[in-house]
């Protein structure tokens, strides 16, 4: 059964959340939608770990309800039974958003419930991962990682640090209201495997820069943040942020998390074609 739960079972943990952030969250609700919608998009939030359970995935969803209604622009309804995902069922939705779903491998265990998946998008589904959504896939289900554009290698920059986030694409449709000025976000940023920007347009990086390169990092010191993609005929938007309630009530995401969820939606008509990396990262490159 789709319902919106304080308590939600995820795999055999029970995560509960008292949303006492709530007031914070809709305190930073004060969004612009790009795109003005007559009837609100109809969005399918999967929030079912499979292997590491994220403490923001009740807020996360909460977040969502409280954006879509706000601004007028989606509905959601939760879930977090992969048979909800079935091409019947996915034919009433616009999108489709994975919070923090990590080894959905393990969830999708069928040929055909991996098929419904991706023929939905690429036959014109939106979809939006959060986070461990791309903690997922590869080597089991490659299709679903090749879908996202990449799959969790370590998190160098870990939860409780303030990292400097360079906006690679300020111009972009996802991007534009981060403006000129400096930002820097409390989360946990991950590193990429399975990724290659030649298939993305990467909109926003690791700025090594200003934040101490971490463990681990990539010699290539291309370590992507966000990022929207063509699939088939289905749009694509990718946010690593989403690990710290925090994010929650940071203005700037909930913004870029709206514009993709326009974009995914196919009203936001944002440029897909890749860019290449910029200098100041090949410069800085081991």
């Known amino acids: 059964m789709l319902k919106s739960v304080v308590m939600m079972m995820v795999g055999c943990m029970v995560v509960t959340s008292s949303f006492a952030d709530e007031a914070k969250i809709t ?8 795109v003005k919608v007559k ?50 069922k996915l034919k ?35 979809f939006v991962a959060i986070h461990a959504a791309t903690d997922a896939g590869f080597p089991e289900w490659k299709e679903y990682t090749e879908m996202v554009g990449g799959v969790f ?12 986030v360079s906006i690679d694409d300020p111009g972009h449709c996802c991007t534009d209201h981060f403006g000129s000025e400096p930002y820097s976000i409390r989360d946990e940023l ?4 399975q990724y290659d920007r030649k298939n993305l347009r990467v909109l926003a990086t690791i700025d090594t820069r200003v934040s101490p390169k971490g463990k681990g990092q990539r010699a290539d010191n291309d370590h992507a943040l966000a990022w929207v993609r063509d699939y088939g005929k289905g749009k694509v938007f990718v946010s690593a942020f989403g690990h710290n309630n925090s994010v929650c009530w940071d203005a700037k995401i909930l913004q870029l998390w709206l514009n993709g969820i326009q974009f995914a939606a196919g009203d936001l008509k944002c440029e897909t074609k890749a860019l290449p990396q910029p200098e100041w990262q090949t410069k800085a490159a081991k």
């Open 27 to 34: 305190a930073a609700m004060e969004l612009t939608p790009k």
């Open 39 to 88: 009837t609100p998009y109809k969005a399918l939030v999967y929030h079912k770990a499979s292997g590491f359970v994220h403490g923001s995935i009740p807020t996360i969803n909460r977040c969502l309800e409280i954006m879509g209604e706000k601004t007028g622009t989606f509905t959601v309804d939760l879930t977090g039974d992969v048979a909800d995902l079935n091409p019947d």
């Open 92 to 126: 009433a939705y616009d999108l489709v958003i994975f919070n923090n779903t990590t080894k959905v491998q393990k969830a999708f265990t069928t040929p055909e419930q991996r098929a419904a998946l991706l023929d939905y998008v690429k036959g014109g589904g939106g």
């Open 153 to 164: 290698d370590g998190h160098p920059w870990g939860s409780g640090g303030t990292w400097g």
């Open 190 to 193: 991950y590193k990429y495997k």
